[in-house]
């Protein structure tokens, strides 16, 4: 899934180790806008300690993520992992402002014909 969000509040690190090893993962929330109605979601980066130091709060990113529950203990959990970000593409130029109406060519009626000396 993707979706285009603003970034509202980038919450801290958290580390441990496993038996695959350290980890770290932090979470980072963004707001989306859906016509009046402003939502937040909370993603997980893991391991990718460099996607989220590129982060700016207040900055809109395309960020796609695996969305994917579970159970324990008779709960369900469900967890939203980026695997991809990308900043928003600004519009790359102003777009063309309206052209002014085109006037009347003048008229060449009167001026002398001329013969056309092309070799086609």
């Known amino acids: ?14 580390k441990g180790t496993s038996a695959r090893g350290e980890w770290q993962r932090q979470d980072v929330v963004f707001e989306m806008n859906e016509g009046s109605f402003t939502r937040k979601i909370c993603v997980t980066f893991f391991n990718k300690p460099e996607d989220v130091a590129r982060l700016k709060e207040g900055s809109t990113y395309n960020v796609s993520v695996n969305i994917e529950s579970r159970e324990y203990n008779g709960r369900w ?11 928003k ?4 130029a102003a777009p063309m402002p ?13 001026a002398p014909a001329q013969v056309d000396d092309l070799p086609f």
């Open 98 to 110: 309206d052209m002014p109406p085109i006037a009347e060519e003048p008229s060449y009626a009167s």
């Open 77 to 87: 959990y469900t967890d939203i992992r980026a695997w991809r970000l990308q900043p």
């Open 1 to 14: 899934m993707e979706f285009e969000g603003t970034v509202y509040k980038i919450l801290p690190v958290t």
């Open 89 to 92: 593409q600004e519009a790359a």
